[in-house]
């Protein structure tokens, strides 16, 4: 049996190399999917031997989806061009029992965030877990234009490990929870959830607390309670434009 890598990009110059590499040890054929990107990652990726396409940015479940058509293998692995497989994660799959079975379909690995070289494993971004290796005769992603996830009825957790290196600093955090919240805003007003003023305070606080005390943040000095209070910011936000949505409609009626 064989497997597709699968990696969607843009402007990843200073990572799609080595995500290429990687993928190729384990992979038959590694596919980008690159959204006009402007800086070399079209470029690297040949070179380290994928196979570029282009298309403009579809949303995150969507530009997965359409890069599946150019996978010639059932079996998907599907990284984004910041993550690498841990050791235990590239000896799962190279063991490949998963194969001669058909109980699943879908696999979820634990991913540990990186900003820069410092493990978050704390205010609950530690277990997280995604589903990046699965069948795509059977399972498939998302439509979710942010925080995709694999759509399967037959996945299996098992407690191996994606490496992420998402983020340089706090300010390259901030401005992706900026980004996902205003994705999430939209999607949550187009599905038809509707919320009062105090919803933004409400679960902003509640984030921040989980993180900060329940997920033992406090724990972790002043990096504790930065991603606490950044959690705490992505649900405000989130909930702060999905009202700005609402009142949008409303002046329009």
């Not at 058509?69 to 998907?76: A, Y």
């Not at 190279?94 to 900003?115: C, G, I, L, W």
């Not at 998302?142 to 992420?164: C, G, R």
């Not at 919240?181 to 105090?198: M, P, V, Y």
Request: net charge positive; charged share 25%; hydrophobic share 40%.
């Amino acid at each position: 049996m064989k497997i597709s890598g699968l990696i969607i990009t843009y402007n990843e110059q200073k990572n799609i190399g080595r995500c290429v590499e990687e993928l190729l040890e384990i992979c038959d054929e590694v596919i980008v999917i690159d959204s006009n990107s402007t800086d070399n990652t079209v470029e690297i990726a040949k070179e380290k031997g994928a196979i570029v396409y282009n298309q403009a940015y579809l949303g995150d479940g969507p530009q997965r989806t359409y890069g599946l058509q150019f996978c010639k293998w059932d079996w998907i692995l599907n990284l984004d061009a910041d993550e690498y497989l841990d050791t235990d994660a590239r000896a799962f799959i190279e063991k490949a029992d998963f194969f001669n079975q058909d109980t699943y379909d879908a696999y979820s690995f634990r991913v540990k965030n990186f900003m820069g070289q410092k493990l978050i494993n704390f205010s609950g971004w530690y277990p997280d877990s995604k589903v990046r290796f699965f069948n795509k005769k059977t399972a498939h992603p998302s439509k979710d234009m942010a925080h995709q996830y694999i759509v399967t009825s037959k996945k299996k957790k098992v407690n191996v490990h994606i490496l992420h290196y998402g983020w340089a600093n706090y300010e390259q955090i901030i401005a992706k929870k900026n980004q996902y919240s205003s994705h999430n805003a939209q999607e949550l007003f187009d599905a038809g959830k509707r919320i009062t003023a105090f919803k933004p305070v409400l679960n902003g606080t509640v984030a921040f607390v989980r993180c900060y005390f329940f997920k033992k943040g406090i724990f972790h000095g002043i990096d504790g309670l930065a991603i606490a209070a950044i959690q705490g910011f992505f649900s405000f936000m989130k909930y702060t434009k999905l009202l700005a949505l609402q009142r949008q409609a409303k002046d329009k009626k």
